[in-house]
């Protein structure tokens, strides 16, 4: 019984190399990626009460009516971003709980992202302080205008799925700059990989998905 609450059982080494090999078996290759995911603790981003779940290869509830992000397709989504090149600065939209933020940072000089729900916001920031993760920076905001202060950027991960490709993220992606976006309605939506080249853009569809939907504005609970 006290293994389980001071960490050693459901999210021990063993649990947590149990997902990664779920991963390998959904067809993540990259050994960077599934060691990022073994080394992240996930029971840190979900309440206490779900801890034990935190490395199921599933979405959670994190408040809000909001999910943390299946952990394949958060390794997915890193995946594509890194993949043969190295990361100067990339922009997150939908921080949520602040998990592939973490996985994320551990890929780039620096990370900027944005959430629009200051509730999560305030509790992600805690979470990032308490890892040690120095080079984020965040902010609260609607992620469909991207953080202009620090475009271009080398790569843009988008955490909610908007009905169509918002303008601004385009803009925003610097040449050979890659953007990871969920995009359609609830029920049919494709994961696509956007990629900016000198005279336009190259799009490719990686997966199907299902994320929450992108809204607009900012939320101040
Ligand atoms: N990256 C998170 C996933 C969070 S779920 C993880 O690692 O688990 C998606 C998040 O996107 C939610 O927190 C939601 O509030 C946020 N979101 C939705 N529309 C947004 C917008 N326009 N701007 C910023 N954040 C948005």
């Not at 949520?96 to 200051?118: D, H, L, P, S």
């Not at 890659?178 to 995009?183: A, H, K, M, N, T």
Request: negative net charge; aromatic residues 6%.
């Amino acid at each position: 019984m006290m293994a389980e609450h001071s960490g050693i059982g459901m999210t021990s080494q063993r649990t947590r190399d149990r997902l990664a090999d779920t991963l390998v078996e959904m067809g993540i290759h990259s050994d960077v990626v599934l060691d990022a995911i073994r080394n992240t603790p996930r029971h840190l981003f979900v309440d206490e009460a779900l801890a034990t779940r935190a490395y199921e290869n599933t979405a959670l509830p994190i408040g809000f009516s909001q999910t943390i992000s299946q952990p394949y397709i958060v390794a997915k989504m890193t995946e594509a971003l890194i993949k043969d090149r190295s990361l100067e600065n990339v922009l997150e939209v939908g921080t949520g709980c602040g998990y592939q933020t973490v996985i994320m940072a551990q890929f780039t000089k620096r990370i900027y992202t944005v959430e629009r729900i200051n509730g999560l916001l305030i509790r992600a920031r805690e979470r990032f302080q308490k890892l040690g993760c120095t080079n984020i920076r965040s902010k609260h905001a609607d992620g469909n205008i991207g953080w202009p202060t620090h475009a271009p950027f080398d790569g843009i991960i988008v955490a909610a799925a908007p009905i169509g490709v918002p303008e601004a993220l385009l803009e925003q992606l610097a040449i050979e700059g890659r953007l990871i976006i969920p995009v359609g309605k609830s029920g049919d939506q494709k994961l696509l990989l956007i990629t900016r080249k000198e005279d336009g853009f190259e799009e490719e569809i990686i997966d199907s998905v299902s994320f929450v939907p992108m809204l607009g504005g900012i939320d101040t609970t």
